[in-house]
């Protein structure tokens, strides 16, 4: 594999994990604003995204399996962060949408009980 097709790469898993990064904030923002159902359309985007991104480190890999040389560069190093810490924070994002909704649980309990 090439330098250029490697950078390519590169900036495809850059540019679906800085969507699916996108999402995840707009996720948040919903969360905040109790609207889940926003909030759960945007952790999906965010996960489609992230397989689009995965489709194109899977395509890296399957070259390498194969015997193709890789020669590592930094853009790929930062690809690669890019899309983990992407993932964390979809991760995250998950479990404070649960949390956001049981404290609107709780608190539509108590606004029912007044």
Do not use: C, P
Request: charged share 30%; hydrophobic share 40%.
């Amino acid at each position: 594999m090439n330098s250029e097709e490697i950078q390519v790469i590169a900036f495809e898993i850059i540019f679906h994990s800085g969507n699916s990064r996108t999402n995840v904030h707009e996720a948040f923002d919903a969360m905040r604003h109790k609207d889940f159902e926003l909030s759960d359309q945007k952790l999906s985007d965010s996960n489609k995204e992230l397989l689009l991104a995965h489709k194109s480190q899977t395509k890296l890999l399957q070259n390498y399996a194969s015997g193709t040389k890789i020669d590592m560069e930094i853009i790929l190093v930062h690809a690669q962060d890019h899309l983990m810490t992407t993932m964390t924070l979809r991760e995250m994002a998950i479990e404070m949408q649960a949390l956001y909704k049981e404290v609107k649980t709780i608190e539509d309990s108590k606004e029912s009980t007044r």
